[in-house]
């Protein structure tokens, strides 16, 4: 079984939308996968919103059994705490939680892209202290 954990913007669980920023979202939802299909969820309140120090949220990520970090955006400090965590980084996605975990299982998200890209510049600065 693998555990995915998405920022979130709502409490929706599989129906909400994905955060632009990991640290910045009010939520988190855990989707517990085997295979190719979801086998359940959870959704958790970020403890640390709206504030947050480097490296919080990736312990508390790890503290929650997750393998894998989807979020819109991250900065290079949080992805290397995540590493660190063995916990595998996923960016620059957006959609419903379900439409992302489906593409994640399709092997159509993978990696990280970097937030400047995707016009959050001053947000990931801020993500990155």
């Known amino acids: 079984m693998k555990r995915i954990a998405l920022a979130s913007e709502d409490g929706s669980g599989l129906e909400g939308s994905l955060s632009a920023h990991f640290g910045r979202c009010p939520f988190y939802t855990f989707v517990n996968v085997e295979g190719d299909q979801i086998v359940n969820f959870q959704v958790v309140r970020n403890p640390y919103y709206p ?34 965590f063995g916990i595998d980084v996923a960016t620059g996605v957006q959609g419903k939680v379900r439409d992302v975990v489906m593409a994640y299982l399709r092997g159509e998200i993978e990696g990280v892209v970097a937030c400047e890209h995707h016009g959050h510049d001053q947000a990931c600065e801020e993500e990155k202290r």
Do not use: C, L, W, Y
């Not at 120090?53 to 819109?72: C, L, R, T, Y």
């Open 51 to 84: 504030n947050h120090q480097p490296g919080v949220i990736p312990e508390f990520i790890h503290s929650q059994k997750a393998d894998v970090m989807i979020a819109g955006g991250m900065g290079p400090r949080a992805i290397d705490f995540f590493t660190q």
